[in-house]
């Protein structure tokens, strides 16, 4: 049998670190990562044979578990028609309006391919609407690596505790300004001094990538007023939220639960002028978009001044992918992972406590991870997030491994649940919790 020590080590002789995406490395936690074969429902199998519980979930996409029956169907069929033609197909239009229907704001949308070219268009989109250079991002959120987001950004950089890369021009992060989370005082500061400058804020519609923080109270919305005030536009990023924490993402979450944010009419008091969307939109194969408002999205060639473009943008199989997931995630589907991710979170509170491990359970929606050590004022920015008691999640982590629990192997990454979450994984996720708890407290 071909080990994951094996595979490991023959891809560390042919690619950098091992892998294809950082965090895979497993560097922050130690250790060989498993090399999987195959994944079930919520069940993940590795190449020595062992069964993991998969709390990844492929980092968002998979909504619905692995290999759910109805979306390998459409995929079979799509694949059996071709994998790409290069030219328009049906199911183009298909995922759009599916899109559309869950957030009507999405006017227009154009598929790509990952969620980092949906946010490197969108800021460039935003320029070129403008005709204004300064992009404000959030320290701590991570909207994937294109040079000019890739300053204070969360996930794998947090991860390795890189302050930004190298490898980015100086002159390409000068128009770039990084204010911390959740301080609306600093965004209009910066705004009563430089707004007639400023292209666009980009946010995470609820940041996952530095841990779980959830936008405070008016967050967004204060976002939304500033940007409109000075000609600027929003651009909510829900790569990682959209179709994930409520049918229309964390903005649908945040406005059509509140009622007092419907118009007569039923339609949400405000949107971000752009979105963009990524993971779950292609159910686990490789698509992303961005959308939002007519005006500015025709600014995209063939219409516009502003161009894009991609060779397997819009795939026929990623996209028949994308359509038969967001079929799929019927109301059932959010209510079963909203209970599942609240039954979680309270099983991880009270192992943590039993333990007399200080933590906070931070959450958004049905997305949460742990942040230890800072039950004192809990997880607001990236400042609070890095100053919390990181080295207590290794031991942790690699805990849950050993009981068969495969978590994201970082403190700073959210943890995520399907809707095949059935009760013999959640009860091999409960029973793993106590002696990884007490390890925790042990560090
Ligand atoms: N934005 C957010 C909020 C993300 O979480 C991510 C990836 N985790 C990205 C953008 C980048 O997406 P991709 O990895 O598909 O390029």
Known sequence: M?????????????????????VRAFGSVGGVPPFMVSGEGPWLRDADGNRYVDLVCSWGPLLLGHAHPGVLEAVHAAVDRGLSFGASTPAEAQLAELVQQRVPAVERIRMVSTGTEATMTAIRLARGFTGRDLVVKFAGCYHGHEDALLVAAGSGVATLSLPGSAGVPAGTVADTVVLPYNDLAAVEQLFAEKGDRIAAIITEAAPANMGVVEPGDGFNAGLR??????GALLIMDEVLTGFRVHPAGYWGLSTFNDAGTLDDAGTAAWAPDLFTFGKVIGGGLPTAALGGRADVMEYLAPLGPVYQAGTLSGNPVAMAAGVATLQYADGVVYDTIDGLSRQLQAELRSALDAAGVDHTIQHAGNLFSVAFGTSGTG????????????????????????????????????????????????ERVIAALPAAAQAAAAA
Do not use: C, K
């Not at 080990?3 to 995406?21: C, E, I, W």
């Not at 805990?399 to 995520?416: H, K, N, R």
């Open 2 to 22: 071909t080990t994951s020590a094996d595979l490991f080590a023959t891809a560390q002789r042919l690619m950098p670190g091992g892998v294809n995406s950082p």
């Open 225 to 230: 007023r500033i940007t409109a005030d000075h």
């Open 379 to 426: 997880v607001h920015d990236y400042a609070q997030a890095q100053a919390q008691e990181s080295f207590r999640f290794a031991p942790f982590f690699h805990a849950m491994l050993d009981a068969g629990v495969y978590l994201p192997p970082s403190v700073f990454e959210a943890w995520f649940l399907s809707a095949a979450h059935d009760d013999e994984a959640m």
